[in-house]
């Protein structure tokens, strides 16, 4: 599929991006970088008119069942999240101990050498592919699916097992954030 079948024509609508890691490099295992993720939806539901309805964080990328409210738009919601989880992340790959410090900087910095818009790394890959979910059924389709990802990875056996995911939510634990239900 190419990028012009993933586009945001409504900007109010429900949506299922992924963001994925440049080179999917295995960043998120550990807490100081998944807490990034986690503190930028919550702050993004609070106020950035952000309604969270599933998100699953594995290592290497992240799914959203999502939309804004107005005046938030989604587009703007995705450029900036992207932006701050990315800087945010950056700095504190370099700030903590981290074994793999180079080898992820060096990746991230190859993937932004020949775009113009990068200054320095690129830490997301462009595409999110929101797949717009313009009813009920399509959103529970892709909350299933984003619950069933540490499932099929044989990371857990049961999808409320998984620490960063909302399945935790929609089993009425403990979670690590809020969400909306629909």
Request: proline share 3%; net charge neutral.
């Amino acid at each position: 599929m190419s990028s012009e079948n993933y586009k945001i024509e409504d900007q109010y609508a429900a949506y299922f991006p992924t963001f994925t890691v440049t080179d999917w490099v295995d960043v998120f295992t550990r807490p100081d970088y998944n807490n990034i993720i986690l503190e930028a939806l919550t702050f993004c539901r609070a106020n950035k008119g952000l309604k969270l309805y599933a998100w699953c964080l594995m290592t290497n990328h992240l799914h959203l069942v999502c939309q804004t409210e107005f005046p938030f738009k989604m587009s703007d919601f995705i450029r900036d999240f992207k932006q701050f989880t990315a800087k945010k992340t950056l700095a504190t790959i370099q700030e903590i101990q981290e074994s793999r410090r180079d080898w992820m900087l060096y990746r991230f910095e190859y993937a932004g050498k020949y775009d113009n818009r990068i200054k320095k790394y690129r830490f997301w890959q462009d595409s999110n592919h929101p797949i717009l979910l313009d009813n009920n059924s399509l959103i529970d389709q892709r909350i299933a699916y984003t619950h069933q990802n540490p499932v099929k990875r044989m990371i857990v056996d049961k999808e409320e097992d998984y620490l960063f995911s909302s399945a935790r939510n929609y089993a009425n634990l403990n979670s690590l954030i809020e969400i909306d239900f629909i």
